[in-house]
């Protein structure tokens, strides 16, 4: 069910990302609509549970391809803006955006 299609559309995007990863792009770029007008579409705790890990692999990858990244979702996703504003250190070029060096927080 839930899990088997949450599986299979991270499996795509992992091979996505792969590819993007082996060209000479500076950033890749991905979106996903959390939220509603006035609050997420799933219980936040549940979100950090279930899909967190999944943008943070796919955070780490493109990273590690020494790219940077950007996630974005419509609607208001305030209760889990954490995940999306902890910066890297200054020396570490990886950064996420180039506006500011943002990650998915660990």
């Not at 995007?13 to 990863?21: D, F, G, S, V």
């Amino acid at each position: 069910g839930l899990f088997k299609l949450r599986d299979t559309v991270h499996e795509w995007n992992l091979e996505m990302i792969a590819r993007w990863c082996r060209t000479d792009v500076d950033a890749i770029a991905w979106s996903d609509d959390w939220g509603m007008q006035d609050r997420l579409l799933i219980d936040p705790n549940l979100w950090r549970e279930l899909f967190r890990p999944l943008y943070r692999q796919y955070a780490e990858m493109i990273h590690g391809a020494g790219k940077f990244t950007m996630m974005h979702s419509d609607g208001n996703i305030f209760a889990i803006s954490s995940a999306w504003t902890s910066r890297k250190s200054a020396g570490d070029s990886r950064g996420g955006s180039r506006s500011g060096g943002r990650s998915i927080a660990r």
